[in-house]
């Protein structure tokens, strides 16, 4: 699975900006999209995630950080997922990425563990 993200940009302290990762080529109806980020010389860090399951549907988790602030939706018309941010602040300054896997599960695989494919990246910048 090819992963492009996109959406990334310049945004000021508490604005909001959308990300996008399609994902036009998953034929499955279980699988999972992380949504990760990673400054240089830092580690790579978990935003959330949303998991797609057949006869549930979608459930998510988030990053305490991001918790209240980001939502991650899964829109199938689209074949998209997508990460909201809202009331950005300097330090969500960073580059951010997309995955998926299918035997993920979000709250554990949070760090990136079992995610099978991921994307290059879109970069964020918050301007105080």
């Known amino acids: 699975v090819q992963l492009v993200e996109s959406g990334g940009g310049l945004v000021q302290v508490g604005g909001s900006l959308r990300l996008s990762c399609p994902t036009p080529?998953?034929?499955?109806?279980?699988?999972?999209v992380g949504w990760f980020r990673q400054v240089p010389g830092k580690e790579r860090e978990g935003v959330g995630c949303?998991?797609?399951?057949?006869?549930?549907?979608?459930?998510?988790y988030y990053a305490a950080f991001s918790r209240g602030r980001f939502t991650i939706t899964i829109d199938h018309g689209e074949s998209t997922t997508h990460l909201l941010l809202n009331d950005v602040r300097p330090e969500d300054t960073a580059n951010y990425y997309c995955?998926?896997?299918?035997?993920?599960?979000?709250?554990?695989?949070?760090?990136?563990?079992?995610?099978?494919?991921w994307g290059q990246g879109t970069q964020v910048t918050v301007s105080s």
């Open positions: 995955a998926v896997g299918w035997s993920v599960a979000c709250e554990a695989d949070l760090k990136g563990d079992n995610y099978l494919s």
């Open positions: 080529t998953i034929h499955k109806s279980d699988y999972a």
């Open positions: 949303v998991k797609q399951a057949e006869g549930i549907g979608q459930n998510t």
